[in-house]
């Protein structure tokens, strides 16, 4: 499979951005965009979290892209504190669904700082279907745009995570639990820390549970 994935270059606002790429063979197939962790602390398209939420999409039968933000490998630019980043992935979002126009679900992937932006993004696209928010940070960044959360989705954490302290998550997920006519699933893997070492296996089994189920009816 892996001699399918190619490596593009995506226009984006502020030059050209480098990522990979995978396509279904299905012109309907579900489309996923998958964005890296922080880059000013060595986060990457091919941070490990990354490459497996990527291949979990893929084996699923998505065509899925996974994005190097300004800056970051032989991405154009350089880091802008979110603002830029949010464009980075939108222009990669209109990438993805021109080379996928008949796609039947579109889903918004993001680990660490890369799941705030997928979920700002979440919140400028009412075509997105679905999100994976994984190791999200909410003491670190305010989640509080997402009033109302406009689509279902999953938030998977590790409890022993050594940035992000669980009071933080309990409240993220008693704020989104309460709001109607969605449903985020919060999953916790109980020895995981934010960077799921040692927990990957565990983490692509929740990953790809959850991906299963709702693209079941599609």
């Known amino acids: 499979m892996d001699n399918k994935i190619l490596e593009i270059f995506i226009p984006g606002p502020a030059g050209r951005l480098e990522a990979k790429y995978f396509k279904s063979k299905k012109n309907t197939s579900p489309v996923a965009l998958v964005l890296q962790p922080h880059p000013q602390y060595g986060g990457t398209m091919n941070n490990k979290v990354v490459v497996e939420t990527f291949k979990t999409f893929m084996e699923n039968d998505f065509s899925v892209c996974r994005v190097n933000f300004r800056g970051v490998g032989k991405s154009d630019g350089e880091f802008d504190n979110g603002q830029g980043e949010l464009a980075d992935a939108a222009a990669s979002l209109d990438w993805l669904e021109r080379e996928n126009f008949d796609n039947s679900q579109c889903w918004v992937s993001g680990f660490s700082f890369g799941s705030l932006i997928a979920m ?50 309990t409240e993220l997920n008693k704020r989104l639990s309460s709001q109607k006519g969605i449903k985020v699933e919060f999953q916790s893997l109980p020895d995981a820390n934010h960077f799921f070492s040692k927990s990957e296996d565990q983490l692509v089994k929740y990953l790809d549970k959850y991906i299963k189920k709702e693209t079941a009816l599609y």
């Not at 960044?141 to 590790?158: E, K, N, Q, R, V």
């Open 120 to 169: 700002q993004l979440l919140m400028r696209r009412p075509e997105i279907n679905r999100f994976i928010a994984i190791s999200p940070q909410p003491n670190a960044y305010d989640f509080s745009f997402l009033s109302p959360c406009p689509t279902s989705g999953m938030m998977i954490y590790g409890k022993k995570d050594e940035l992000v302290p669980l009071e933080y998550i």
